[in-house]
């Protein structure tokens, strides 16, 4: 079973970078398409980011324009998010995800519980 775990938020100045980091214990990380999706206070979740499982397709929600960069590590099951650029709307718990079928539309089975992400103006 994969159970992702994720780390790195925190408060930055706008205009700031923050990298989040993804990791899993699973044996089976590269099977797993991942994702990265966001929350803010009332507010419905919302898709940021997906990587497929080899690394080298990605796709990215439009607001994100070229200041996000998904990657990962298969080696060290784990995935990353380097978001540069930071705007005060980017503040919002950041959710982890993972999916054999999965992709920018959805299909993800495992979540984390999240890491907070606070933009300040």
């Known amino acids: 079973q994969v159970q992702p775990v994720e780390s790195g938020g925190g408060l930055v100045q706008a205009g700031g970078s923050l990298r989040l980091s993804c990791t899993t214990s699973?044996?089976?990380?590269?099977?797993?398409?991942m994702g990265w999706f966001r929350q803010a206070p009332g507010k419905e979740r919302e898709f940021v980011a997906c990587i497929h499982r080899s690394g080298g397709s990605s796709v990215y929600a439009g607001f994100v324009k070229g200041r996000f960069i998904i990657s990962r590590e298969n080696a060290k099951n784990t995935v990353y998010l380097q978001m540069n650029s930071l705007k005060p709307e980017d503040t919002a718990v950041y959710y982890c995800a993972a999916g054999r079928a999965a992709w920018a539309s959805g299909g993800y089975d495992y979540w984390g519980q999240g890491t907070q992400v606070t933009v300040s103006s």
């Open positions: 699973s044996r089976t990380f590269s099977d797993y398409n």
